[in-house]
């Protein structure tokens, strides 16, 4: 199977005072674009995907998104209103109707899907509470011979002194990596977050961190000054060799 995944795209409203908001939309375009060549089977966005919670971002989102052509499953960052962004993608089933989370299983294909919900509003860092631990044992315990890809906004691990405590609780994030520690078919772990790449071991899989689609805010350059192509990551699949990604610079 080949997933794409895409990450903090940061999108603004097109009449926002703020400079980044073309350069923004453009990396997003021609990430879609070159996303659609490469044929995935599914897109997975681990979040932040506008910046400030919008409704006329999600606007400007939904229509950037709207070439895609693989089925997209998106799960919520620190910059995301779950509220909101609920409503705007309010025609995608996989997504629960109400309740305080974002989380959801996708089925239908040949790895599955599993998407944690790791924001609490108002809050930058990441959160998995009992109720969210719970539910993803179930969820892990109920297909034990599948293989499973977990998607995430949140890194459960420390990356380098600027992201050091990326969870409001240490336990909680412990809690996390004992769960899927217990369920060995999972293949990996997506998450976005810092906006740079991160590839390790965790909890007996592998984790991958993407870098951000919008250049602007990427870990690593000049924060001035927007710097270098979009990049987001291709994951190959197979029971043979496990996880295997790609990363894809792509013109912007
Ligand atoms: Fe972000």
């Not at 606007?59 to 799960?75: G, W």
């Not at 960052?77 to 995608?92: E, K, M, W, Y």
Request: charged share 25%; with cysteine; glycine share 6%.
């Amino acid at each position: 199977m080949l997933i794409a995944q895409i990450s903090d795209t940061h999108i603004l409203a097109p009449d926002s005072e703020e400079s980044s908001a073309a350069l923004r939309a453009d990396c997003l375009r021609c990430a879609v674009a070159d996303v659609n060549a490469q044929r995935p089977d599914a897109v997975v966005f681990t979040g932040d995907t506008v910046q400030h919670g919008q409704p006329d971002e999600y606007a400007r989102l939904r229509e950037l998104l709207a070439p895609l052509e693989a089925p997209l499953y998106v799960v919520p960052g620190n910059r995301d209103d779950n509220d909101t962004l609920r409503a705007a993608f309010s025609d995608q089933r996989y997504l629960p109707a109400s309740g305080d989370f974002l989380h959801y299983e996708i089925d239908e294909h040949d790895v599955r899907l599993v998407a944690i919900d790791s924001t609490a509003s108002g809050e930058r860092k990441g959160r998995f509470c009992s109720e969210r631990q719970a539910r993803l044992d179930a969820v892990l315990s109920e297909q034990p011979d599948r293989p499973t890809l977990l998607f995430i906004h949140h890194p459960p691990f420390d990356v380098g002194d600027h992201f050091v405590g990326g969870y409001r609780h240490t336990g909680e994030r412990q809690a996390l990596e004992e769960i899927v520690a217990r369920h060995p078919q999972t293949v990996g772990l997506l998450c976005g977050h810092v906006h740079w790449l991160v590839e390790r071991e965790w909890a007996g899989t592998q984790a991958r961190i993407m870098p951000s689609i919008a250049v602007d805010v990427r870990r690593g350059i000049d924060e001035n000054e927007a710097q270098g192509r979009p990049i987001y990551l291709l994951h190959r699949i197979s029971a043979e060799t496990g996880l295997v990604s790609e990363t894809r610079e792509v013109r912007a």
